[in-house]
């Protein structure tokens, strides 16, 4: 019984383990995305303009490829 124990919470160890092994990167992304949305708001005065820039906060990353693939005219 004590062994069914220990490899059931070797089992859950590796299962967590594995859930966060690939979430480095969302950190940075979240933090570009304020960033990207304080930079896009502070340019902007009234309401809409404002929605329109935190939407282009959010799809920065699109922008910024399509620019470095037509600057290496790919």
């Known amino acids: 019984m004590a062994k ?3 490899d059931s919470k ?5 299962i967590k383990w594995h859930e966060h092994k690939h979430a480095g990167s969302g950190g940075f ?3 570009a995305l304020i960033g990207a949305a ?3 708001v502070q340019q902007v005065s009234g309401f809409w303009p ?4 935190i939407l282009k906060a959010i799809v920065w990353p699109a922008f ?3 620019e470095v693939f037509s600057r290496l005219a790919m």
């Not at 070797?10 to 590796?14: D, G, V």
């Open 29 to 31: 992304y979240f933090l």
């Open 50 to 53: 404002t929605v329109l820039s």
């Open 64 to 66: 910024l490829i399509y």
């Open 38 to 40: 304080v930079y896009y």
């Open 10 to 14: 070797k089992a859950e160890c590796r």
């Open 4 to 6: 069914q124990k220990d």
